[in-house]
């Protein structure tokens, strides 16, 4: 109803400009980007400006992936942005339905859970590296990925936790009295009813991870690096290497694009529609 | 099928004293309903039977068992919620078969199942759909198909039909006493609606704050209320409550109603002797009570009074019809053709046979 009467309010011509314009805002920087990593050097910073070079090339490219190591900087990213979504979102889902569910820890658990996001990475960064070279988990991946799952716990536990809260319980009840334990009414009706809930905090979770910087910079060095730590070594002494860093950040874009659009399909399912009435 | 004894049931959630020393039982094959207002504590006592509350103290006993701590699949009930609570990421078929594959029946006798009762309930077609393409008479009967299906000691139905417009409730009324009729299993049934109550229950468990109210046959609660709450929630249109004192004179007795100069007579024995005159009491008539005067000599026990009418509702066949007698109002059940308009005045009939009363105090039954 909302929709139609602003549709009303609002002429179709005016919605179409406004939209264009924030189509615009949005895809021009990524335009400029894109071409950019396919512009010679010469071009960058040429006045008038090149709108589309007249002889693309892709050097910026294998320099990108291969002399500056992006490859491997994109394999790590991917590796560790993947293994640590996947132990936040697990453990996340598993914590906020006990929190949802049974009143785990009384009614403070579940905010102290999210104030642990209060903290500023700064302050326990150092100590974490301490630790991390005593035990050996410097410059690992393993390493990362425990750091990155600590840290995108809370966020996945609150996500979870609104979701839980607002599904009906009675859904698991009707399992449990049909037959279920409650690790199978968590397992075949919680669980496939969260899938949206879900999917929204693994892209929460996997962003994080895709663009965290500061712990990669310090946790790592020259083995376990991710994608964003290699666009250090574009802002050297002799100047920016535009290319080169446009072309690593298209190439860092696709995942979180291609995320994006799966999961997109999961949160509009809207899976708990005629569970109840309605 | 197995009786259910409940003995000193209570249910605390923090400082809330939601079920307060509950003694119940409920024989094989038995149709409890359980009613009162929300906030009872009667759905608490329902899913505590369930298993999905713990009772605070107190036993609840399946067939001769103790079943605090047992689970609620292992308790052999099947229960039907107020939304259905259907699994929406199944089918109705697999929605049916859901608790016979989690107790892993072979797959030949878990389809076997959940066809004759589809077939049962009118289902069938449905079988490949899932809930959401189902309308809410269609969801209902899928929740009951899940229950029956599994062939349980008891059915817990928690106001399974208030989420259904009225001519589909009383359609799936019937269906679930005919559903009684077929299969004799112990059933328990939560409502807040005293229809529901009235047309189901073999036997009624009225509940209020906690506590059983009063309890048996509907007729018994319906004809006498042990407290003017019963008789107040049960019927309806609803009893009329009639302040007054006891009057004794020459041997008789009778109720004077507050603002009334005419004492109403009562049969002999109606009111303990217990009772002294100038007692304050309730008068309770039903609208049923309180008809329209015919020719003749009057019955014992009825009184001919004319009152002016001040409102008339018409529902059709019947007209209810709001009078004074004395000061407080009170409603007749007339024929449609006993009053046109308010305003009128026309002799009324009433039935103190069949009254309530009530200390005023108390508000028990006298």
Not at chain 1, 11 to 31: E, N, T
Request: hydrophobic share 45%.
């Amino acid at each position: 109803m909302p929709a139609r009467r602003r549709s009303r309010r609002w002429p179709a011509i005016g919605r179409f400009i406004f939209l264009g314009l924030f189509v615009a805002f949005v895809l021009a920087p990524l335009y400029w980007m894109f071409v950019t990593s396919i512009k010679p050097s010469d071009d960058y910073l040429a006045n008038p400006p090149v709108w589309f070079p007249a002889e693309p090339t892709t050097v910026h490219y294998t320099a990108a992936l291969f002399a500056y190591r992006g490859l491997q900087g994109l394999i790590n990213s991917l590796i560790v942005s993947s293994a640590a979504t996947v132990l936040s979102v697990l453990i996340g889902t598993a914590m906020a339905y006990s929190l949802a569910r049974f009143n785990t820890g009384g009614r403070h658990l579940s905010f102290w859970v999210l104030s642990q996001r209060f903290l500023p990475p700064i302050a326990v960064v150092l100590p974490i590296f301490l630790i991390y070279r005593g035990v050996g988990l410097h410059d690992t991946r393993l390493g990362l990925v425990i750091a990155y799952t600590v840290f995108t716990l809370p966020v996945s536990v609150w996500m979870m936790l609104a979701y839980f809260r607002s599904m009906p319980r009675s859904m698991e009840d009707a399992a449990l009295v049909d037959g279920c334990t409650q690790w199978q009414a968590f397992w075949q009706v919680a669980v496939p009813l969260a899938a949206p809930g879900i999917a929204a905090a693994a892209v929460f979770a996997f962003i994080a991870c895709w663009t965290e910087f500061f712990f990669a910079l310090v946790l790592t060095s020259r083995t376990a690096f991710t994608l964003p730590t290699v666009f250090r070594a574009f802002l050297g002494f002799q100047g920016a290497q535009y290319g080169e860093a446009s072309a690593l950040a298209i190439v860092s874009l696709a995942p979180s694009i291609a995320l994006g659009v799966l999961a997109q399909r999961h949160l509009v399912r809207g899976l708990t529609l005629g569970a109840i009435r309605g | 099928m197995a009786d259910v004894k409940i003995s000193g049931l209570h249910k605390r959630f923090g400082p809330f004293h939601a079920v307060q020393g509950i003694d119940l039982e409920i024989a094989d094959g038995e149709f409890t309903v359980l009613v009162g207002p929300s906030g009872c504590g009667k759905s608490t006592l329902l899913r505590t039977i369930a298993g999905l509350e713990q009772a605070s103290e107190g036993t609840i006993m399946i067939g001769g068992e103790v079943v605090n701590d047992v689970r609620p699949r292992d308790r052999d009930v099947a229960m039907v919620f107020q939304d259905y609570a259907l699994y929406p990421h199944l089918t109705v078929e697999r929605n049916i078969g859901f608790g016979l594959r989690a107790r892993k029946m072979p797959a030949d006798e878990i389809g076997r199942r959940v066809r004759r009762v589809a077939g049962m309930l009118g289902i069938t077609p449905l079988l490949g759909r899932y809930p959401r393409q189902l309308s809410g008479g269609q969801r209902q009967r899928v929740a009951i198909g899940r229950a029956i299906v599994r062939e349980p000691q008891i059915f817990l139905f928690d106001e399974p039909l208030s989420n259904l417009d009225a001519q589909l409730r009383d359609e799936m009324r019937g269906e679930i006493k005919r559903l009684h009729q077929d299969i004799a299993t112990t059933m328990i049934y939560v409502t807040h609606d005293q229809i529901e109550a009235m047309t189901l229950a073999d036997r009624i468990v009225l509940m209020r704050d906690g506590r059983i109210e009063q309890m048996g046959t509907p007729a018994e609660l319906f004809e006498r209320p042990a407290s003017r709450f019963v008789a107040g929630f049960l019927g309806s249109p609803r009893m009329s409550f009639l302040p007054g004192s006891v009057v004794r004179r020459d041997g008789g007795i009778g109720i004077l109603v507050d603002g009334s100069d005419m004492p109403l007579p009562l049969p002999a024995g109606r009111i303990p002797e217990s009772v002294p005159a100038g007692a304050r009491v309730l008068l309770g008539l039903r609208p049923e009570h309180v008809g329209r005067a015919r020719d003749g000599a009057l019955q014992s026990g009825f009184v001919r009074i004319d009152a002016t009418i001040e409102l008339v509702q018409p529902t059709g066949s019947r007209t209810f019809a709001t009078f004074r007698l004395g000061e407080a109002p009170a409603l007749a059940e007339l024929q449609a053709h006993d009053v046109s308009r308010a305003g009128e005045v026309i002799a009324l009939e009433i039935n103190l046979n069949r009254a309530s009363i009530f200390d005023e105090d108390t508000e028990r039954a006298l």
